[in-house]
């Protein structure tokens, strides 16, 4: 019987990759965001929003993660921006391995600002770096109000909360308030914007803070 | 939901191991998994059965060491056991903590059968 310390990190291999995409990333010039969020809380449509404003301002792109279709991808691609579908056959997350890979494809255009749609699920892609600069989660007033208690690990490992379709508030039985008590109880140093991807609310707040992330990377 | 994926990291590690020649099983492996690192250590045992089962670790035992939450308070220095995540001093209130353990998620030690 023979006892062979170890001593290794279970994610090693994906961290290491993590941080070589980090560091392409950087040394193109981009400012790079992984969206984490459940399925249907509007990765998509923020990002399709976030575009409409921006577009004349930055060179963007978008890394799609899902588990089938190319349905996101196709609307980015309508609003004419460079776009990587990912499809992931089932697993619940992205890892840095895809993001690299799918990375090749827009090595050659000029971007200042990436966005990486992760696969919609708040659990597992909080312990993937992709060699992102920050993880930004985003809840739907829909989803009711405790789950950053529910689901505090990616509270946790996010930089950015956006509380997003705060057009419905009147419909749901759901308080900002609490959400935000509970988020900052798990991370009391989360950036929150409270916004609606229907009525444009909060949406140029947002905007602003990326346009001023762009420039002071 | 990624215990299977977890699992199978695990057996790529231990791979590094085995000596390439003779016949050498592993008996055990030991890893740490945080309170904090959202893995169920149900579900990854049962993940590490499914992907060993019919390969020569289907003998190898997975053992679990779980690691607490705890966060040092930036302020006042002291440290905390989380049983919750909620981040907080326990001393003095501060949410300016940071993490010392609970997130980990390592592979410790293989024991060999030889
Ligand atoms: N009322 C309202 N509906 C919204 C808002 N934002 C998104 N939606 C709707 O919510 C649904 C899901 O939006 P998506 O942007 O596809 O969500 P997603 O997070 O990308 O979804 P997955 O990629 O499938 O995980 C769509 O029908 C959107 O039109 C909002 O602010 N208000
Ligand atoms: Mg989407
Ligand atoms: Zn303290």
Redesign the pocket.
């Known amino acids: 019987m023979s006892l062979i310390t170890v001593e290794r990190k279970i994610l090693e291999k994906n961290d290491e990759i993590a941080n070589i995409n980090r560091e392409k990333f950087r040394f193109k010039g981009m400012f790079t965001l992984n969206l984490v969020?459940?399925?249907?809380?509007?990765?998509?449509?923020?990002i399709?929003q976030t575009i409409k404003i921006l577009k004349g301002k930055l060179n963007i792109a978008v890394i799609e993660g899902?588990v089938q279709t190319n349905l996101?991808a196709q609307r980015i691609d309508a609003l004419g921006v460079s776009v990587v579908q990912i499809v992931t056959n089932g697993a619940c997350h992205l890892d840095a391995m895809l993001v690299r890979d799918a990375f090749q494809k827009l090595i050659n255009i000029d971007i200042n600002l990436l966005f990486i749609?992760n696969?919609?699920n708040l659990v597992c892609p909080a312990a993937y770096d992709l060699g992102e600069e920050m993880k930004v989660v985003?809840i739907?007033t829909t989803e009711g109000d405790d789950k950053p208690l529910k689901y505090p690990a990616i509270f946790r490992n996010s930089e950015v909360l956006v509380i997003?379709?705060?057009?419905?508030i009147p419909y749901v039985n759901c308080n900002i308030d609490t959400i935000i008590m509970n988020a900052l109880s798990i991370n009391s140093g989360l950036k929150i914007f409270e916004?609606?991807?229907?009525?444009m609310e909060g949406i140029n707040e947002w905007c602003e803070y990326l346009l001023y992330k762009v420039k002071s990377q | 939901m990624h215990e299977v994926s977890i699992a199978q990291e695990i057996i790529e590690i231990v791979k590094d191991y085995l000596p390439k020649n003779n016949h050498v099983s592993v008996k055990s492996v030991r890893v740490e998994i945080g309170e904090f690192s959202n893995i169920l250590p149900d579900a990854l045992s049962f993940g590490f059965k499914v992907l060993t089962n019919i390969t020569d670790m289907k003998d190898t035992e997975l053992i679990i060491s779980k690691v607490p939450l705890t966060v040092k308070c930036r302020d006042c220095e002291n440290i905390s056991i989380l049983d919750e995540p909620f981040f907080f001093c326990h001393s003095c209130e501060s949410a300016n903590v940071e993490i010392l353990t609970g997130t980990e998620l390592k592979v410790i030690e293989i024991e060999l059968n030889d």
């Open positions: 969020s459940s399925p249907g809380s509007g990765k998509t449509s923020l399709e899902d996101d749609e696969v919609g985003i739907s997003n379709k705060i057009d419905l916004v609606s991807c229907t009525s």
